[in-house]
T-cell receptor
Framework: AQSVTQLDSQVPVFEEAPVELRCNYS??????LFWYVQYPNQGLQLLLK??????LVESINGFEAEFNKSQTSFHLRKPSVHISDTAEYFC??????????FGEGTQLTVNP | DTGVSQNPRHKITKRGQNVTFRCDPI?????LYWYRQTLGQGPEFLTY????????KSRLLSDRFSAERPKGSFSTLEIQRTEQGDSAMYLC????????????FGQGTRLTVV
C-alpha cells in the first residue's frame, strides 16, 4: 500500500520569509510525485511534478521540490513567499493504475 | 474547452434523497477520476474510468454510490439515500495518459446533507 504523510498541518510565515512544506511517502514500487495547491472553494491546481530525471523540480512561481529517494521525501520550498501564496498545499503520489494518493494537506498562511 | 467542468457547484439535500453530479472532462482526455474531500483532509480516490470502462473502485464507494461514463465522454456520480456522512466536496479530474501528463481537476461539487 502507498501512503503520503505531510508533517505539518499548518505553517504560518511572514511575507518574504522562506518556507518549507514537508512531505514523506511510502511505496514499495516506483512513484511519481506531485504538489497541488488549493485555494478556498476551488479545485486543485498542479504546482509541480517529479516523474523522472533531475531530482530538483521547479514551478513557474518560484516553488521548488526535491525528490529524495533514500529519505522517501519530496519537500516543497520557496525562498521568499508572498501573501498570494496563502493556500492549502497537497503532496500526492501516483503508482500503477494512475490514481493519486494524497496527503492530508498543509495550510500555508502568509502574514504581512 | 477551458478545463474540467462540474455541475452543480453546490448541492444541499435532505437525508435520504438521491443526488447526481455531472463532470465534463477535457475533451481529448480518456481518463476520468472521482475523488471525495472532507473538511481538513486530502482528496480520497473513489473511482476512475478509461474511456467508458470503469477500471477501479475504492472500498469507499459503497453500494449507494454509482458512477457512469457513457460513451467515454461526461461522467455522472449518483448517491442514493444520502446520509450526513456523505457531506463533502466531490472532485472530478481528467488526464490523457498515466504519468505523462498531470490530472486536471474541476472546481468540485460541494454536497451538504441536512
Amino acid at each position: 500500500a502507498q501512503s503520503v504523510t505531510q508533517l505539518d498541518s499548518q505553517v504560518p510565515v511572514f511575507e518574504e520569509a522562506p518556507v518549507e512544506l514537508r512531505c514523506n511517502y511510502s511505496s514499495s514500487v516506483s512513484v511519481y510525485l506531485f504538489w497541488y495547491v488549493q485555494y478556498p472553494n476551488q479545485g486543485l491546481q498542479l504546482l509541480l511534478k517529479y516523474l523522472s530525471g533531475s531530482t530538483l523540480v521547479e514551478s513557474i512561481n518560484g516553488f521548488e521540490a526535491e525528490f529524495n529517494k533514500s529519505q522517501t521525501s519530496f519537500h516543497l520550498r520557496k525562498p521568499s513567499v508572498h501573501i498570494s501564496d496563502t493556500a492549502e498545499y497537497f503532496c500526492a503520489l501516483e503508482t500503477s493504475g494512475s490514481r493519486l494518493t494524497f496527503g492530508e494537506g498543509t495550510q500555508l498562511t502568509v502574514n504581512p | 474547452d477551458t478545463g474540467v467542468s462540474q455541475n452543480p457547484r453546490h448541492k444541499i439535500t435532505k437525508r435520504g434523497q438521491n443526488v447526481t453530479f455531472r463532470c465534463d472532462p477535457i475533451s481529448e482526455h480518456n481518463r476520468l477520476y472521482w475523488y471525495r474531500q472532507t473538511l481538513g483532509q486530502g482528496p480520497e480516490f473513489l473511482t476512475y474510468f478509461q474511456n467508458e470502462a470503469q477500471l477501479e473502485k475504492s472500498r469507499l464507494l459503497s453500494d449507494r454510490f454509482s458512477a457512469e461514463r457513457p460513451k467515454g465522454s461526461f461522467s455522472t456520480l449518483e448517491i442514493q439515500r444520502t446520509e450526513q456522512g456523505d457531506s463533502a466536496m466531490y472532485l472530478c479530474a481528467s488526464s490523457s495518459r498515466t504519468g505523462e501528463t498531470e490530472a486536471f481537476f474541476g472546481q468540485g461539487t460541494r454536497l451538504t446533507v441536512v
